[in-house]
């Protein structure tokens, strides 16, 4: 009995988990025909815009990254290299025993070698001072984002090599970006093929809060959508607000955006500091491979503004409209994930064969 209660536990999780797909299929692309170019993705690189709009965007350094260190990235091996710096990585120190340090050193050093680029530690230091000591670490499009939880105070600020190799390691997000970056390109038939010249950026690290991130949508040079970009948290101040903040973005855009990016259709995030002092966060492609958030790509690319001398609609998360953070489940053991959505069947298989060796267990013992 209790193997078929299993059993039905995972049939109506897996229906409710296609349904869910299928529900955001229809919601994000019903009538959409949205195409993404290889040449709006080139765009978005940060090093093909930075230099263009450096004095509206935060400070930053870009490193080129040799083959081996892509390999390294991308390799199965989760040592980091030795610290070299005094000052030990918040990341991975905070809280060890002088006793659990010697048993990991020990261990790494009768295994597995550390890696060393001593050319890339020494150039990433010097990076890391001259922009304050702490950094945001990216690659050309993605940021670790989806790896935050690995951090000591679950942020993506990192003050030394230790803690930027542990954040791009442990990331979905930066391994597309070095293996298929231009996978969901109409005019790329090979995505593997294309080879690109990947960069370490690394950001001066700067306190942004989360009520005064957005992004915008803009479609042949006009912004036709902004939106609050974490989805997690009801801000009341900004539906009240929400008239002059979309006017003072859109003012920013006018002045030092529009027509001076490479496409006409494009997204990009930015911080309201305060008032009018707004920077440039990032650009990503006008395609569903960017986060919709508050609209759906359905709505973008058939826009009809509600009042024609303003076509620029702002969203901002309601009191009844906050969503679970989509980052929540790179924080779980991917078993977990698979047996609470029903992604892996088998998975599923093996508990039910563990569950009926325990049940012929008990009734041999009863016996």
């Known amino acids: ?47 093909n815009w930075y230099s263009r709009f450096k004095d509206i965007t935060i400070k930053s350094i870009a490193i080129n990254l040799s083959e081996s260190v892509c ?28 006793e659990e340090l010697d048993w990991e050193n020990k261990t790494e050093h009768s295994t597995l070698v550390p890696p060393s680029f001593p050319d890339l530690e020494k150039e990433v230091m010097c990076c890391i001072e001259s922009l304050g000591g702490c950094v945001f670490p990216k690659l050309d499009w993605s940021s670790p984002k989806d790896a935050a939880w690995i951090s000591f105070d679950r942020t993506l600020r990192c003050r030394s090599i230790r803690d930027i190799f542990l954040l791009l390691k442990s990331s979905d997000f930066i391994t597309h970006d070095l293996t298929a970056p231009f996978e969901h390109c109409s005019n790329v038939q090979d995505s ?30 006009t912004v036709v959508g902004i939106s609050q970009r974490h989805l997690g948290i009801h801000f009341p101040h900004l539906n009240v607000q929400k008239e002059q903040i979309s006017s003072d973005i859109l003012r920013f855009y006018h002045t030092y955006i529009e027509e001076k990016f490479a496409d006409s259709d494009f997204t990009f995030d930015v911080w309201c500091k305060s008032g009018e002092d707004i920077v440039l966060l990032d650009f990503n492609p006008f395609a569903p491979v960017t986060d919709s958030l508050l609209f759906s790509w359905n709505e973008l690319m058939s826009w009809s503004p509600h ?36 992604e892996d069947p088998a998975k599923l298989t093996d508990l039910l064969n563990i569950k009926i060796q325990d049940a012929n267990e008990q009734e041999s013992d009863s016996n």
């Open 307 to 342: 009042n024609p001398s303003n076509p620029c609609e702002f969203r901002c998360v309601l009191e009844n409209g906050i969503q679970p953070d989509p980052y929540r489940w790179y924080a779980m053991p991917q078993d977990f994930v698979h047996l609470s959505t029903g």
């Open 1 to 47: 009995m209790q193997t078929i209660c299993i059993l039905l536990f995972y049939l109506l999780k897996r229906i409710s988990y296609l349904r869910s797909i299928l529900d955001t299929l229809f919601k994000y692309t019903s009538g959409c025909i949205l195409t993404m170019k290889f040449q709006q993705v080139i765009n978005c690189m940060f090093t």
């Open 192 to 221: 593997a093929n294309q080879s690109v010249t990947h960069h370490l950026v690394l950001r001066q690290w700067q306190d942004i809060s989360a009520e005064s991130e957005f992004r915008c949508f803009v479609q042949n040079n």
């Open 71 to 98: 390999e390294y990235l991308l390799s199965d091996s989760f040592v980091l290299p030795n610290e070299n710096d005094p000052q030990r990585s918040d990341i991975t120190t905070v809280g060890d025993s002088d």
